[in-house]
């Protein structure tokens, strides 16, 4: 006879034997928190865009955290001036609102501020590193932990920034004016790190996305921060695998590990802050080798994405990230306004099939597939 205190464990177990392996293996989650995120860049920054909303799906399709670029010389165009928080409070409000992570890409430098005052997209770096810096400790104060921010809104989910990437693809002149970048890029990551650690001790400082593609070499950019003495300065390093073939952007990832593992950064982790296939073939002039189709771009994510999470522990991959969540309506000439996994439209905000692909695969990695008798999460 079967002991009473038994039978709850005896149908416990019953009924696990009853679920479908695919539930089964779609319960248990294979990456950690936060691991799947997405840009928040381009439509996403204009107050029009209601990001409440799109907080709300980005979270039903499993993206977890966010990468937002803010730029330095919009928040502060004037040296004695107040510093201009809006786009941020809006964007990491929202994102809090619902549990999501944000990671701010601090980059573009204001003409007071500029090494090169008056060059194209601000891409001049400071003059001085001690004012990128001093923009760094007010942003750390707001929304830190403990943060202006935080204290002004006492009745709404708090979720601290805790990492900060400092700027975005120093290697190319069209994001850093002054070449070779190595040594004025380093000094200006001691300046960040020093300032960072000084307001927020657990803070984590992540290295510029360097890219691969259209003649770019990540791993180079790579050896060249380490040549300069950068590799004792960044908590996480970043990369921005591009590159038509899904096995061409793991070599990538690869490469860049096995230089870090010559620095004896072997296990400190990487982030993937900008995966993507612009869906603009046949739609501009301009081509960086990585264009496909919309249906191919849905593809690329089903192959791509849990190829890169199981190698997760082996690479020592910290966290992947789409580029972007939302595009501009059809017609931009430039490839990456084609990247979005939802787009604008003249009827409003649609999804692509490249989010239906990035869902299934986020949700599964997360534990959170549909089961026939609920929806796990979400």
């Known amino acids: 006879m079967v002991h009473r205190r038994l039978i709850p464990l005896v149908l416990l177990a019953a009924l696990a034997l009853a679920l479908p392996a695919s539930d089964a293996a779609a319960a248990r989650r294979q990456v950690p928190q936060g691991f799947l995120g997405a840009n928040v860049s381009g ?18 399709a499993g ?5 937002l670029p803010l730029f330095w010389a919009s928040m502060q165009p004037s040296q004695d001036g107040p510093i201009d928080f809006s786009v941020s409070d809006r964007l990491i409000g929202a994102a809090a609102a619902r549990g999501v992570r944000v990671m701010p890409t601090v980059l573009t430098a204001p003409a007071w501020a500029a090494l090169k005052p008056g060059t194209a997209y601000n891409a001049s770096p400071p003059r001085d590193p001690a004012t990128y810096a001093a923009f760094l400790t007010a942003l750390v104060h707001r929304y830190g932990p403990g943060g202006d921010y935080w204290r002004a809104h006492p009745g709404a989910r708090a979720v601290p920034v ?7 693809e120093p290697g190319q002149p069209y994001y850093w004016t002054d070449q070779p970048f190595a040594p004025g890029y380093v000094r200006l990551l001691a300046a960040a790190r020093a300032a960072i650690k000084a307001a927020d001790r657990g803070a984590q400082v992540v290295l510029a996305g360097l890219n691969s593609g259209s003649g770019y070499l990540a791993w180079t950019d790579l050896e060249k921060v380490y040549a300069a003495g950068g590799g004792r300065l960044f908590d996480m390093a970043a990369q921005n695998p591009f590159s038509l073939r899904t096995a061409n952007v793991i070599r990538s990832v690869r490469s860049f590990r096995t230089v870090m593992a010559r620095h004896g950064d072997r296990r400190k982790p990487m982030l993937l802050t900008e995966l993507s296939w612009p869906s603009s073939k046949g739609r501009t002039k301009t081509r ?48 990456f306004d084609y990247s979005g996994l939802r787009r604008q439209s003249a009827a409003g905000i649609v999804s692509k099939p490249a989010l239906s692909a990035w869902r299934t695969a986020a949700r599964s990695l997360e534990g959170c597939a549909k089961s026939t008798s609920a929806t796990r999460c979400g």
């Open 43 to 60: 439509p996403m920054l204009d107050p029009g865009v209601g990001a409440s909303g799109e907080f709300a799906v980005m979270t039903r």
């Open 63 to 67: 993206v977890e955290s966010v990468r």
């Open 162 to 168: 805790r990492a900060y990437q400092i700027w975005n």
């Open 288 to 335: 960086y080798g990585f264009e496909v189709s919309e249906r191919d771009q849905a593809k690329r994510i089903s192959e791509a994405i849990p190829l890169l999470s199981r190698l997760r522990a082996q690479l020592h991959i910290g966290g992947i990230y789409w580029f972007t969540w939302l595009s501009p309506p059809l017609g931009s000439a430039e490839p």
